[in-house]
């Protein structure tokens, strides 16, 4: 009965377990983007990638991963189903560990420039020579200086843009707090710990756009114009008018001069000079310009 129980039932219950709790597995993370070109050193072996050399799913990375940038190289990290996006600049080497914790993951700055944007709760631990950073829900950039020129002092720099960040400087117990805009500068010499705090000058707001603007065409007046038109219209016709009425007497004067009355013609004559008269200077005047 014994050897039942261990030959089918125990093989059987393993094959059970299997199928009812399957594997899960560690989200990791993937190199998503290139610029330039970067080594990847995994499993012991060497690489260079450049952007042509991963699709768009990016490539998967393992804990213990290490990779570097030379001068314009330029790399991103980004974790598998979290928003979380580790960009490396140009002369940075890093080791990427992971997930060390279901929430934590985790990675080494070696040397160089690291910007962090994490927009989920889980914690991310950046492990320095200069010291340990952790904070969740932000944008964090830090700037390590194994070696300062001058100087065999290396020296930490961690700008907080968003949200908050703590360091555990090496060596040390306790922790130094970094707000939204504020800077902290570590610099070590055992067994002292330099620490210097700034602030970051805040964006500047974008200026809002102009309002809209309703473009609406007015016409020109031209009343005044055609009033001092017709002005001239009236004028003139009562100028030809005044002409017209003084020939026509002036006509019949000279009907009379014919007919032997000299001196009835010579008053008509007279009395038609005055309208003609008139009417010259009435288009005279309706002619000149007239200046408001």
């Known amino acids: 009965m014994q050897r039942i129980l261990c030959k089918y039932l125990l093989p059987l219950g393993f094959l059970l377990t299997t199928l009812v709790l399957p594997a899960q597995e560690s989200p990791g993370g993937r190199l998503s983007y290139i610029e330039d070109e970067c080594i990847l050193i995994s499993g012991g072996q060497q690489r260079v990638y450049r952007p042509g050399d991963i699709d768009?799913?990016?490539?998967?990375?393992?804990?213990?991963?290490?990779?570097?940038?030379?001068?314009?190289?330029?790399?991103?990290i980004r974790l598998d189903s979290e928003d979380v996006v580790f960009k490396a600049s140009e002369n940075t080497f890093?080791?990427?560990?992971?997930?060390?914790?279901?929430?934590?993951?985790?990675?080494?700055?070696?040397?160089?420039?690291?910007?962090?944007?994490?927009?989920?709760?889980r914690e991310i631990r950046i492990k320095t020579g200069g010291g340990l950073v952790a904070f969740q829900q932000g944008d964090v950039s830090l700037d390590y200086i194994s070696q300062l020129e001058g100087s065999s002092r290396p020296v930490l720099k961690i700008m907080v843009f968003t949200g908050g960040a703590e360091l555990t400087p090496q060596g040390e117990n306790k922790t130094i707090k970094a707000e939204a805009n504020e800077m902290l500068t570590i610099e070590s010499f055992a067994?002292?710990?330099?620490?210097?705090r700034t602030y970051l000058a805040p964006p500047s707001p974008e200026p809002p756009p102009p309002p809209a603007q309703e473009i609406r065409y007015t016409p020109p007046n031209y009343s005044d114009i055609e009033k001092e038109a017709r002005k001239k219209t009236a004028g003139i016709?009562?100028?030809?008018?005044?002409?017209?009425?003084?020939?026509?007497?002036?006509?019949?004067?000279?009907?009379?001069?014919g007919g032997g009355s000299d001196s009835q013609a010579r008053v008509l004559l007279s009395a038609g000079a005055v309208p003609i008269g008139m009417g010259i200077l009435t288009i005279f005047a309706a002619l000149l310009p007239h200046f408001p």
Do not use: C, H, K, W
């Open 56 to 76: 768009g799913e990016g490539l998967v990375l393992s804990g213990g991963d290490m990779l570097q940038t030379g001068p314009g190289g330029r790399f991103e």
């Open 94 to 121: 890093i080791q990427f560990r992971g997930f060390t914790e279901p929430e934590a993951a985790s990675l080494e700055l070696l040397y160089g420039r690291l910007r962090i944007a994490n927009d989920t709760d």
């Open 191 to 196: 067994p002292f710990v330099l620490a210097e």
């Open 237 to 257: 016709v009562s100028g030809a008018f005044f002409i017209a009425a003084g020939a026509v007497v002036q006509g019949i004067g000279f009907g009379y001069l």
